[in-house]
Nanobody
């Protein structure tokens, strides 16, 4: 069984930054692509960013491109999401997820490509 635990959420003013972290446990190494998704109040959960297992490939939703950066440290089994220039539209619960396919250097934006999910961390951006 794989467990994912997000941290780093909180309240920040518009224009500020936050860094989310996802700790992966239950595996000896992070051998799958990882992703971040978010769900705003009253909306469906949606893709934010993804990174391949080796870290060589990354992908972003258009709404966060140029502001968010996803990274991973496989030695520490962590995946981070650096979020800059935050705006109120970024307010949501952020989830990290581990992909189904091991050792893939592809990135995935569809939820069904992920089979393990964290509990989420709240990010609130005030105007």
């Amino acid at each position: 069984q794989v467990q994912l635990a997000e941290s780093g959420g909180g309240l920040v003013q518009a224009g500020g930054s936050l860094r989310l972290s996802c700790a992966v446990s239950g595996r000896t190494s992070s051998n799958s692509a990882m992703g971040w998704f978010r769900q705003a109040p009253g909306k469906d959960r949606g893709f934010v960013a993804a990174i391949s297992w080796s870290g060589v490939n990354t992908g972003y939703a258009d709404s966060v491109k140029g502001r968010f950066t996803i990274s991973r440290d496989n030695a520490k089994n962590t995946v981070d999401l650096q979020m800059n220039s935050l705006n109120p539209e970024d307010t949501a619960v952020y989830y990290c997820a581990a992909g189904r396919t091991p050792y893939s250097n592809l990135i995935y934006w569809r939820e069904y490509e992920y089979n393990y999910w964290g509990q989420g961390t709240q990010v609130t951006v005030s105007s």
